[in-house]
């Protein structure tokens, strides 16, 4: 069975940077379709970039493209999410997921979920 633990978050100023960490046990993510998702105070859970088994399919949402940048290091079993620019209304839970692929970057498509990392943006 898949576990996914994901890292990196915590309290971070505005204009400033943050990457988090996906890792797995029990399965490697080398062949996995993973995706990052988020979810703030009252609001729906919102995929922000996934990327293909092969890594030849990658995308963000127009939330976070151009500042969100997700990268898969097979050698450590990790999938990555750079954010930079961060904002106030980055602020939220951020969740990886993974699944054998992908069609739409939905949390409706992904089975295996970590349990989250807080992401703070304040000053």
């Known amino acids: 069975q898949l576990k996914l633990v994901e890292s990196g978050g915590g309290l971070v100023q505005p204009g400033r940077s943050l990457t988090l960490s996906c890792s797995s046990s029990?399965?490697?993510?080398?062949?996995?379709?993973v995706g990052w998702f988020r979810q703030a105070p009252g609001k729906e859970r919102e995929g922000l970039s996934c990327?293909?088994?092969?890594?030849?399919?990658?995308y963000y949402a127009d939330s976070v493209k151009g500042r969100f940048t997700i990268s898969r290091d097979k050698s450590r079993n990790t999938v990555y999410l750079q954010m930079t620019s961060l904002n106030s209304e980055d602020t939220a839970v951020y969740y990886c997921?993974?699944?054998?692929?992908?069609?739409?970057?939905?949390?409706?498509?992904?089975?295996?979920w970590g349990q989250g990392t807080q992401v703070t943006v304040s000053s």
């Open positions: 997921a993974a699944d054998w692929r992908y069609l739409h970057c939905s949390d409706s498509e992904f089975g295996s």
């Open positions: 029990g399965s490697p993510l080398e062949h996995k379709a």
């Open positions: 990327i293909s088994m092969f890594d030849d399919s990658i």
